[in-house]
Nanobody, 123 residues
Framework: QAQLKESGGGLVAPGDSMRLSCQAV????????MGWFRQAPGKEREIVAA????????SYVDAAKGRFIISVDNAKGATYLQMNYLQPEDTAVYFC????????????????WGQGTLVTVSS
């Protein structure tokens, strides 16, 4: 059965950029839509971005619009989240997720979750 594995988290300063990667391992996800969620300390998990399996139709939470970009590379079985102009409020554990459609992702109807990667934005 396929699993999702995130990488690329760490500590960055405000204003910096970071790219998170998500790799499907142990199997393929087929034509799954992909998404990124995050959970900040003391808060509930929230969706950040979602995209259809073919890479179009990306959608973002308001806080991410204009700063974050979600993309997919189906040949590699990978999904990415490019995060620019990071701010302290972006500090959270970021989770990769897969679901049958991007609507499922936006509704948090997730079939596969990654284990999460911590992003800390601090000076």
């Amino acid at each position: 059965q396929a699993q999702l594995k995130e990488s690329g988290g760490g500590l960055v300063a405000p204003g910096d950029s970071m790219r998170l990667s998500c790799q499907a391992v142990g199997g393929t996800l087929g034509r799954s839509a992909m998404g990124w969620f995050r959970q900040a300390p003391g808060k509930e998990r929230e969706i950040v971005a979602a995209v259809a399996w073919h890479g179009s139709g990306a959608s973002y939470v308001d806080a991410a619009k204009g700063r974050f970009i979600i993309s997919v590379d189906n040949a590699k079985g990978a999904t990415y989240l490019q995060m620019n102009y990071l701010q302290p409020e972006d500090t959270a554990v970021y989770f990769c997720a897969a679901a049958p459609t991007d609507a499922n992702v936006r509704n948090s109807e997730i079939q596969y979750w990654g284990q999460g990667t911590l992003v800390t934005v601090s000076s």
